[in-house]
């Protein structure tokens, strides 16, 4: 029995259509990127991913309750009150 390959799923559709672009690519005229885009592409990812974990630090720094002093003061009371009951 030969299986086939389950063509709705992203990576084998994905593999497809890349071998299908790359061998009708040259009647729709695609080209290769040059180098220089390569080297921009991965510069620009490294660029978002940095830029993405900076401010989640921030964002969680800032929805960190422990940093409020209120929460921080409520939240002592409650410990000490817990130690006295035990």
């Known amino acids: 029995m030969v ?6 799923l992203p990576l084998p559709r994905l593999l497809a259509e890349l071998g ?7 009647l729709l005229g695609f080209v290769e990127p040059p180098l220089g885009f390569y080297l ?3 510069c620009a990812v490294a660029a978002y991913l940095l830029l993405v ?4 630090r ?3 720094r800032r929805l960190d309750t ?5 929460m921080a003061s409520a939240r002592g009371r409650r410990r000490r009150a ?3 009951a035990a």
């Open 82 to 84: 817990l130690r006295k």
């Open 20 to 26: 299908a672009t790359r061998d009708l690519g040259w």
């Open 53 to 56: 974990e900076i401010v989640k």
């Open 3 to 8: 299986e086939t390959l389950p063509w709705n």
């Open 58 to 60: 921030q964002l969680y």
């Open 66 to 70: 422990r940093s409020d002093p209120a």
């Open 40 to 42: 921009f592409l991965v």
